[in-house]
């Protein structure tokens, strides 16, 4: 589902606000050139997370899902000089096409990318002792969406914003009935989030470039 008014609309709001990005644009082209799928945040998108880590003034980001690094830049662009992004990846060619990127944009002192699956990564980080994270983004795989919520839990600290991308998926997140084990990991994790009495949260339902979908924005609470 994706309406032309939806896209004109963006590129509406895109020349407005946003401009023109050589770096954001040369990113672009570096994933589709290496033949990367065209599934980043889109522009508005991109500029709404960097937006919220400003709001939040955070000053540690975990990101778990990297592709290209192109809403890693939107977001690691936000932080204060001392700030530091983390960013999971399982493939190796995402993770090197991200890295290039991210040097490119100037970030490579603020931002690590680190490849594995990300609930081995966030496991990893959890024996570290790494975080509280201010801020997290999950916008990996949907399968393992409860997974990553339930470990991000443990990165994070009350005050801490969980963003988490892709959740309405044309509507289909309504269906009970659901096979696609992207809609059932989605609605596992909103069960996960509504049972949470550590968070707040609501999703927004968008229209744009990228089609009908949305984004879960949870707060997490004092225990
Ligand atoms: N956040 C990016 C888009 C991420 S697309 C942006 O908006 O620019 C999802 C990414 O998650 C892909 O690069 C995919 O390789 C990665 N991914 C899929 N399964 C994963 C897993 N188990 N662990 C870590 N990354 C995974
Ligand atoms: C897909 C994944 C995403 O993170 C996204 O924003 C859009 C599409 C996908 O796997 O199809
Ligand atoms: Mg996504």
Redesign the pocket.
């Known amino acids: 589902m994706k309406d032309d008014t939806w896209i004109d609309v963006d590129r509406y709001i895109e020349d407005l606000f946003l401009g023109s990005d050589p770096v954001l644009e040369f990113a672009l082209k570096k994933a589709s050139e290496a033949g990367l799928p065209s599934?980043?945040?889109s522009p508005t998108q991109g500029k709404m997370l960097n937006l919220l880590v400003q709001m939040q003034r955070a000053q540690s980001i975990l990101?778990?899902?990297?592709?290209?690094?192109?809403?890693?830049i939107w977001m690691a662009r936000a932080l204060p000089q001392a700030g530091h992004l983390i960013t999971?990846?399982?493939?190796e060619l995402?993770a090197q096409v991200a890295r290039a990127n991210i040097e490119n944009a100037g970030l490579s002192d603020k931002v690590t990318v680190t490849l594995g699956?990300?609930?081995e990564s966030l496991e990893k980080l959890i024996s570290q002792g790494a975080g509280p994270f201010d801020f997290v983004?999950i916008?990996?795989?949907k399968p393992?969406n409860p997974d990553y919520f339930r470990l991000a839990m443990k990165l994070t600290r009350p005050g801490s914003v969980i963003v988490v991308?892709n959740v309405i998926r044309d509507g289909a997140v309504v269906q009970a009935d659901a096979t696609d084990p992207a809609v059932i990991g989605t609605r596992e994790l909103n069960r996960l989030v509504a049972a949470e009495t550590t968070v707040s949260a609501t999703q927004i339902q968008t229209v744009g470039s990228k089609g009908y979908d949305g984004f879960a924005l949870i707060v997490v609470q004092d225990g």
């Open positions: 599934i980043n945040v990101e778990i899902g990297t592709l290209g690094g192109y809403s890693t999971l990846e399982i493939n995402h699956p990300a609930a983004f916008d990996a795989d393992g991308d």
